[in-house]
């Protein structure tokens, strides 16, 4: 038996009965109709490795890393074998052997270093002035070429961070309640307008919000390319800081960070809440609130809050229906994965494109002015599916629609 896999136990590795109903909903395997994309061959393959049948070489971390960790498969699987954590381990044991992928590396090493993430912002928004833009209004988009593999969609970085010092944003009613805003990194840097209709909404909801300057990464990058080291790094300094804050809990427009939170940062002191879990307390309230003028919206579940956090399928329906003037449209394999899976996009760039492109077509047939939807990494990826279908659809955050509906 390989002593490298003990840290998986056989006990979930058995749980599988290769049974296949995995491969029905995997969005890999029914973009490579291979067996390695699919939990149930990831199972056996990683079985075969621990049994000293088969040995851990690059090919095999590889194919651990074909995965987007949309858990369709853990959602379906009758014998609750638990893939994350089988996945996530094995992805740490690879990386313990070989390094990460140098695809990962940029990211991974950017996000733990808050200097080098203002760095690299400014080198972006230079690269984004030389490249192409998208013509999207709501959600520029530069194209960066990446040698060999085509290009990649990145946002545009907005000069000076959302949460460049401890700020407090007061209730604009009677105090319902005082929450920590986490922005994580793309709210803080990119989606800045998302980050300031988010308070917006709270505030006008009754909230004091409390936005610390000196929080880091989630590190679900790190955890999600097998860095658990450094993903341990960002969450003990995490904890420390919001454990220190006096606050009813915390809340994040990001369904990755969220996901991370309830279920990696067992040591919190507090809860943390998705931004559409905090509106739902309030629907009687933003039932008087409309649009300016009449809107079709439909809705992409992104995996960590439908699967990861397990949020009710209908509560998006729940919210947009009760504000006047916004029609909601159901799409077409809704909380199907959009493609991105955070490094997945960029070690296995042309599967992810044909899992971006069935996404974008759904989105399409919709007829919707908006497709909305709660994570940052979905929103980036979308945007790019929907431009490169020329679409007239426009991919945003459930914080922006509400902000411009907010009574008056
Ligand atoms: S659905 Fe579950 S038991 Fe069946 S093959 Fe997939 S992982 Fe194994
Ligand atoms: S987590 Fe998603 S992409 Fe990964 S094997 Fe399961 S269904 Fe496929």
Redesign the pocket.
Known sequence: MSDIFKKIKQEWLN????????RNVCPVFNATFEEPS???GK?SLIDLIKKGHGKLDREAALIFKKCTTCLR?NE????D?P?EDIIITAREIATEKFGLFKEEIAATTALKNENLLDTAGNFSRLAYLLFKKSKSPGNLVSKFPIPGKGTAALPEIKPGKFNYKDRTFKPAREKTGKLIYFPGCMFSRAYVDTSKNLVRVLTTLGYEIFVPSNINCCGAPSLHAGDRKSFEELKNKNVEILNSINADGIVTGCATCCHNFKHNYKELNKPVYQFIEVIERHLDEISKWKTEKPINITWHHPCHIVRGQNLPKDLPERIFTSIKGITFVKMDEADNCCGMGGSFKMVHPAVSDRIQERKALNIIATGADNVVTECPGCIMNITEGLEKKRANTICTHTADILAMCIEK
């Open positions: 749980r599988c009965v290769r049974c296949g109903s995995c699919v939990s149930r199972i498969c379906i699987c009758a014998m074998v893939y």
